[in-house]
């Protein structure tokens, strides 16, 4: 089953009482844009805001790590999100952040949930109706968070898959962080790559009108990143956000159990005793 929605699909389900739409906006690290702010100011009708960063693991340091699964699920409740609730995540950009709640939903054992295909940049480029102020206050939902290991990646299961090169590891980062020819937009981390990693930048999978890349696209992006789609594969970026969109290219294709490293390059390069490579891929 693809792992998107169309507008036109969303447009058709706007009011279902059994759909919870959920704007996982966000923007790297010194861009000038508040998401909140931004949600307040227009969102589709009937959505409640997703924040990627406050609901996250509050014990660590690295960015929006996945938070434990009763505080998910607390939060996902307060979305009116039931176990047989449709959940539609989108973002501003596209197919740029959203990716990453819907990895969420997926780890916590929420199979019902799809990525608007576009965002609202596609919505609003079709004029279809927004809304401004406070969402609307839903009835609690009575999700249970059900976590599926396999779907994630640590630093100690990372050391062990770089070393025996049990898993592929692909990166979404642009190509010249991946090679080190630029620095980090994180103060403080080292530059390069993940010792035996592959380079396959998540813009590679998303066409100009925010929309993710056909199928046969999707394929010969992978395979010319030196990706085997029938091996095992873990998918990294600087923070794990945009390695979720890769994982979504990844489901369109069939494989949908593709795990993605939570801390990516914040937690790894963010060490001294971590391997570290500069250069292209090997």
């Known amino acids: ?7 036109a699909g969303l447009a058709a389900r706007l009011g279902d009482p059994t759909l919870v739409v959920l704007d996982a906006s966000w923007f790297m690290p010194g861009v000038p844009r508040d998401p909140a702010a931004e949600f307040r100011e227009r969102h589709i ?3 409640a805001f997703f924040d990627i960063d406050a609901i996250s693991d509050r014990t660590t340091d690295l960015p929006h790590m996945l938070p434990p699964p009763a505080e998910f ?16 995540v989108y973002d501003s950009e596209g197919v740029f952040s959203a990716p990453r709640a819907w990895w969420e939903f997926r780890a916590m054992g929420h199979d019902r949930v799809l990525v ?49 090169r049990a898993e592929q590891v692909v990166d979404a980062r642009a190509g010249p962080r991946f090679r080190a020819e630029v620095p980090e937009p994180r103060a403080g981390l080292r530059s390069g790559h993940m010792p035996g990693a592959r380079n396959l930048p998540f813009s590679a999978l ?28 873990v998918t990294t970026c600087g923070s794990g956000l945009t390695a979720s969109v890769l994982a979504l290219g990844l489901a369109r294709l069939g494989r949908e159990d593709v795990a ?23």
């Open 1 to 7: 089953m693809s792992p998107l929605i169309s507008t």
């Open 45 to 47: 009708p009937g959505a």
């Open 73 to 88: 699920e607390a939060a996902v409740r307060a979305f009116g999100v039931n176990p047989d609730t449709d959940v539609v």
């Open 116 to 164: 608007l295909d576009g965002g609202l940049k596609a919505w609003l480029a079709e004029g279809r109706p927004v809304e401004s102020g406070e969402p609307t206050a839903r009835a609690a939902g009575t999700f249970r968070a059900q976590p599926r290991a396999a779907l994630v990646r640590d630093l100690d299961e990372m050391r062990a898959i770089v070393r025996n």
């Open 206 to 233: 998303v066409q100009p009108d925010g929309r993710l890349a056909a199928p046969d696209a999707l394929e010969a992006a992978f395979h010319g990143a030196g990706v085997d789609l029938a091996a095992p594969i």
């Open 260 to 282: 993605v490293y939570d801390g990516s390059w914040t937690e790894w390069g963010g060490r001294d005793d971590t391997p570290v490579v500069t250069g292209p891929a090997d």
